[in-house]
Nanobody, 124 residues
Framework: QVQLVESGGGSVQAGGSLRLSCAAS????????MSWFRQVPGKEREGVAA????????RYADSVKGRFTISQDYAKNTLYLQMNSLEPEDTAMYYC?????????????????WGQGTQVTVSS
């Protein structure tokens, strides 16, 4: 099993920054691919960024490229999402997800393990 606990959400003005954290525990081989998703009420969950533990390769949604950075601290078993130049459209509940697969995906249907989410609110 894998457990994921997000933190770091909050309220910020447009143009500001936040860093989300996801503390992971459990079988490391079952969380080779880790990602951040976000969801607004009434809309589908959207893939934001993904990273492979094996080689550190990453993938981003077009809407966040150049503004968000996904990274991992392997010693701390923690996944991060650095979010800069935040826009009101980035307001959402942000979720950490993990899966045993060893290739990058940003489709929520492909992920086995999920955290409980952390809210990010960006005001104009």
């Amino acid at each position: 099993q894998v457990q994921l606990v997000e933190s770091g959400g909050g309220s910020v003005q447009a143009g500001g920054s936040l860093r989300l954290s996801c503390a992971a525990s459990g079988n490391i081989y079952r969380r080779r691919c880790m990602s951040w998703f976000r969801q607004v009420p009434g809309k589908e969950r959207e893939g934001v960024a993904a990273i492979l533990s094996d080689d550190g390769s990453t993938r981003y949604a077009d809407s966040v490229k150049g503004r968000f950075t996904i990274s991992q601290d392997y010693a701390k078993n923690t996944l991060y999402l650095q979010m800069n130049s935040l826009e009101p459209e980035d307001t959402a509940m942000y979720y950490c997800a993990a899966d045993p697969r060893w290739w990058l995906v940003l489709n929520s249907d492909e992920y086995k393990y999920w955290g409980q989410g952390t809210q990010v609110t960006v005001s104009s």
